[in-house]
């Protein structure tokens, strides 16, 4: 009998484990400025599938084709099928103020098959409210309720809500934390702080519900790329793309009405804490994954799955340093006219960001100098934004 030793079994190879199915998540407003950054940043995990629902009153459907263009070219070489998916959103044009229209939606995916769902889709103009309040109030809470009665009938639980700092009015404190006080000072602000109660109110009823509130402050800037940014229809209603189409010159007036330089402020003008839009898509994406079962965000005692997080750099900026910025940025020199207050507007609006620092492991990381850059790229490369490829 030899004694030699056995012979060695080669190893069989272990297959890399199977990745997770993708998980369908919608984003209503999907192709607007803040959508269009929300779903890129979702892609760019490959792990989530996109919806998007949009109604195009104030986006265009060519943001989200600009989007997947995007995420497939970051895809790098021998994509699995589950990586090309990933990239490729589906989109539906249809009004959340219609319910039918929505219901079909959650209708192609089934019960459960939809994950979950963040909802930035508002209307969102301080002064516009205040001249068509009903409007405001039909779109942003009228709508909202009913795509969480059609969430609920489909069995989908976990909503990422686009607030506003808005909600504060005009706060005690700066800067601004999560525990102050909610008292709106416009429409607008009264819609928000409407959806937040109706949110929380839906969670402290059923403890399936799981929700984060996401108090933005003002965002800014474009993707890097200058492929997507912000594009409004009509006059922007926002200060930074406004000074961008003047410089560009979709806008022929070279001054800006500046409204009210007697604010308790240090230069008399209404201080804003800006963000760049990259920065607050990913903090979407964390609020997002703070909403999976594992998460511990709410507490193992909590009596409800609702919470609300400040998204900002904590930094105040005037209208007159935003102005100094733009004028570094595009090199035109914006002249200014000071004309009176304008109802809504709330001297100091300057974020808190640390709860959301802590728990979320959300970082406001770029400055007003990259925010104004990559606007102005974007500005640049697209004079006349989408409206050439709608």
Known sequence: MSDSPAASVP??????????????????????????????????????KVISIDNHHNSHPTALKRVSELSRAALGPNPTEQDIQSTEVDAHACDLTQPAQIRAVFEKYGKGGIWGVVHVAAYKAVGESTEIPLTYYAN?????????????????RRFVYSSSATVYGTPPIIPIPETTRLQ?????????????????DL?????????????????????PSG??????????????????????????EPTLKV????????DGTCVRD???????????????????????IFGA???????????????????????????????????????????????????????????????????????????????TKNPKGYAAED
């Open 227 to 252: 492929q997507i940014g912000e594009d409004p229809r009509g006059r922007p209603g926002n200060l930074l793309p406004l000074l961008a189409h003047m410089a560009v010159g979709r806008i022929k």
């Open 301 to 379: 005692n909590a009596k409800a799955h609702f919470k609300a997080y400040n998204l900002g750099k904590g930094k105040g900026m005037s209208v007159l340093d935003i102005v100094e910025a733009m004028r570094k940025a595009t090199g035109f020199n914006y002249g200014l006219e000071i004309i009176g207050r304008r109802r809504g507007d709330v001297p100091d609006l300057t974020a808190d960001p640390a709860l959301a620092e802590k728990e979320l492991g959300f970082k406001a990381i770029e400055n007003l100098e990259t925010m104004c850059r990559d606007l102005w790229n974007w500005q």
């Open 274 to 296: 800006y963000l760049h839009v990259m920065d607050l898509a990913s903090g979407h994406l964390l609020a997002l994954e703070a909403l999976e079962s594992k998460s511990n």
């Open 203 to 223: 969670c402290h009823a059923d403890p399936r519900w799981r929700a984060i509130s996401l108090r933005y402050f003002n965002p800014a800037g474009a993707h």
């Open 140 to 156: 942003n809470v009228g709508a909202t309720v009913s795509l969480l009665q059609t969430m609920a009938d489909f069995e989908c």
């Open 11 to 48: 190893a069989v190879p272990k297959s890399a484990p199977a990745p997770a199915p993708l998980k369908n998540v919608l984003v209503t407003g999907g192709a607007g400025y803040i959508g269009s950054h929300v779903v890129f940043v979702l892609q760019q995990t490959r792990r989530f």
């Open 184 to 200: 709106a000072d416009s429409p607008y602000g009264s819609t928000k702080v409407m959806a937040e109660t109706i949110v929380e």
């Open 259 to 266: 409204f009210g330089n007697d604010y308790p402020t240090p």
